[in-house]
């Protein structure tokens, strides 16, 4: 069974400019979550989805945005980059509905804005 | 507001010795979840193990083993024999019950490395 993929797995941007990050859940997942981790904060939670809807959010700007597919699949964006969103972004998929399941995480996707 | 404490950052042991990580949770919830992950240096995180906040028995998983303490707050981690495989960055999390979705609160982390 296909774990999570997450591409592309290394970018370089400059700021002002924004990214898009894609997220392929395991086959049959329907919830996909995105963390965002840094060396500084931490892991931190960014958004939820489940069925194509966001369920729930962090505490993040605006400039921080995702979507869900038909298919599952995810995307997140994140608008006018800033030096501090340099990070690795986790996304991590799920068979359930509720918070009782596990998640299975992808490898991430290691952004560097310069 | 949810909290996770990880007080250690990084531990260092010699291949074969016990090592146990500590994880505190702060929440007011009446039910929750527990998590422990590992991170390799992959960078996917690998899931462990969930625990409730009814259930509050210990577990044993081959060397792994696991302490939750209602009282104290702790759900703390022990590896049994420590192995260089074991070398990770190993993470504690809380999940409300009451919330839609799938949310975790991670801790800072313990940056576990065994020599051989």
């Known amino acids: 069974k296909a774990g999570v993929t997450q591409t592309p797995r290394y970018l370089i941007k400059t700021r002002g400019q924004q990214v898009t990050l894609s997220c392929s859940p395991i086959?049959?997942?329907?919830?996909v979550s995105w963390y965002q981790q840094t060396p500084g904060q931490g892991l931190q939670f960014l958004f939820e989805?489940?069925?194509?809807?966001?369920?729930n959010k962090g505490n993040f700007p605006g400039r921080f945005s995702g979507r869900q597919f038909s298919n599952s699949r995810s995307e997140m964006n994140v608008s006018t980059l800033e030096l501090g969103d340099s990070a690795l972004y986790l996304c991590?998929?799920?068979?359930?509905?509720?918070?009782?399941?596990?998640?299975?995480f992808g490898e991430g996707s290691r952004l560097t804005v310069l | 507001a949810q909290k996770v404490t990880q007080a250690q950052t990084e531990i260092s042991v010699v291949e074969k010795e016990d090592v146990t990580l500590d994880c505190v949770y702060e929440?007011?919830?009446?039910?929750?979840?527990l998590f422990w992950y590992k991170q390799p240096p992959s960078g996917e995180l690998v899931f462990l193990i969930r625990?409730?906040?009814?259930?509050?028995q210990n577990e044993i998983s081959g060397r792994y083993s696991w302490n939750f303490q209602k009282s104290t707050s702790s759900f703390n981690f022990t590896i049994t024999a420590s192995q260089v495989v074991d070398s990770a960055v190993y993470f504690c999390?809380?999940?409300?019950?009451?919330?839609?979705?799938?949310?975790?609160?991670f801790g800072k982390g313990t940056t576990l490395s065994v020599s051989s």
């Open positions: 991590a998929s799920s068979s359930r509905a509720t918070n009782t399941g596990e998640l299975f």
């Open positions: 086959s049959g997942h329907r919830s």
């Open positions: 989805y489940f069925s194509e809807t966001q369920r």
């Open positions: 929440t007011r919830d009446t039910t929750y979840y």
């Open positions: 625990r409730n906040s009814f259930d509050e």
């Open positions: 999390a809380l999940s409300l019950a009451n919330q839609a979705g799938t949310a975790l609160i």
